[in-house]
């Protein structure tokens, strides 16, 4: 049975919740769709330490649309750090671009 999006949610949260509770420079929020929201806007956004992120996060094997990767594009332009995140190892690759030197794990 293939992962599914909600539960990668669901650990990414939780890490990054366990990650701010030793760091309260992150700060993350989760976006929610709906009429308030802009269409295609990356999943998760943040601060940490001055640097802002937004995260795309997809289940395995799958890939953003063309709206989500253009949004991604602009976020990137505007100087964050972006990414689409599929696993836990790829949030911590993506922790690295933002913090190079910082212990995510």
């Known amino acids: 049975m293939k992962p599914l999006e909600r539960h ?51 289940a395995p094997g799958e890939n953003p649309s063309p709206l989500q990767l253009a949004r991604l594009a602009e976020w990137g332009r505007a100087r964050a750090v972006v990414g689409v995140v599929r696993s836990l190892a790829d949030l911590e690759q993506f922790l690295t671009k933002v913090h190079p030197k910082t212990s995510h794990f």
Do not use: C, N
Request: net charge positive; glycine share 12%.
């Open 8 to 58: 990668l949610q669901a650990s990414v949260l939780a890490h990054l919740k366990k990650l701010r509770a030793t760091d309260p420079s992150l700060i993350y929020r989760k976006r929610h769709g709906g009429p308030m929201g802009v269409a295609g806007d990356p999943d998760i956004t943040g601060l940490w330490r001055g640097v802002h992120f937004e995260i795309e996060l997809k």
